[in-house]
């Protein structure tokens, strides 16, 4: 059985009567313990698809199971439920409460999810400093780990993450990486968006997306 899979799944956007499509078709397939990461340029779909298999966004066709359940179409109050029990997230925004400290944001995905521990994340991410920091008082590749450590506290099936080195200097992003390779040997599925080839290259296999399409080599 496989952690997350998106089947033919298609997006459209409308503004006035103009119609873009953002996800034509696309086919993702993620296991246990495995990295894909997913390239391609701007536009090319990457936080829609994104979106829809974490259940934030419902595609207009097709569908996501996670974890041999459904997600896809179904009430909010059960895509929620799916999300804080299997999938931890990292997006290019949001991921902090600006009116919660970091460790608060943390214990709140484990109270969310009913598992998980605060144990030493912060301190393993290099940012055991900032647990009683207010969002707004870290700087952005501070936030990306906190952003991180909020992802992982519940210790996910599937790890979700959308540009998670964008904003953050080489050392960051070799401490990022390496805990990323972490999670994956204990099982994790992790699906990563990513524009770093130092990244992309650290992954089990690469999707690459253009135009809302799949492309292969």
Known sequence: MSALRGHELYRFFHVGDDETPALRGVDVQLEAGKMVALVGPSGSGKSTL???????????????????????????????????????????????FDHLTVSSNIALQIELSGKGEQGSLLQRLGIGEHGDAMPSQLSGGEAARAGLAVALAADPDILICDEPTAEVDADTEHRILEFLDERRRAGCAILVATHSASLAQCADRILRIKDGRIVHD
């Open 50 to 96: 994104l979106a829809c298999l974490a259940g934030l966004d419902e595609p207009d066709g097709g569908h996501v199971d996670v974890m041999g359940e459904r997600l896809s179409r179904r009430p909010e109050a059960t895509r929620a439920r799916l999300r804080a029990r299997h999938i931890g997230m990292l997006m290019q925004s949001g991921n902090l």
